[in-house]
């Protein structure tokens, strides 16, 4: 089992900038890609970007290609998503997602989800 808490959601203004980390504890962290999605009321639950397990490797959407950038600290057992330039259109609850094997854009491949966090950008 892997547990995944997300932190850093909030309300920012469209131009701005936030940084979500995901603190994970259970198995080994490093042997797992990690891996963030968003889903945004009344829509599907889309995939953002994701980290390989030694970060050598990330993987992001055309959507947010950038402007976000993840990166793991696998030390600590977290891994971060930067989002600069943000766009109303990014408003979304925020997922981290871990995966034993290798990256993947589908949300059914990801074995251990966090609980969210809600980030707003307003106009």
């Known amino acids: 089992q892997v547990q995944l808490v997300e932190s850093g959601g909030g309300l920012v203004q469209a131009g701005g900038s936030l940084r979500l980390s995901c603190a994970a504890s259970?198995?080994?962290?490093?042997?797992?890609?990690m891996g963030w999605f968003r889903q945004a009321p009344g829509k599907e639950r889309e995939f953002v970007g994701a980290?390989?397990?030694?970060?050598?490797?990330?993987l992001y959407a055309d959507s947010v290609k950038g402007r976000f950038t993840i990166s793991r600290d696998n030390a600590e057992n977290t891994v971060y998503l930067q989002m600069n330039s943000l766009k109303p259109e990014d408003t979304a609850v925020y997922y981290c997602?871990?995966?034993?094997?290798?990256?993947?854009?589908?949300?059914?491949?990801?074995?251990?989800w966090g609980q969210g966090t809600q980030v707003t950008v307003s106009s």
């Open positions: 997602a871990a995966e034993p094997g290798v990256v993947t854009t589908d949300s059914v491949r990801w074995d251990y």
């Open positions: 259970g198995r080994t962290f490093s042997a797992y890609a």
């Open positions: 980290i390989s397990w030694s970060g050598d490797s990330t």
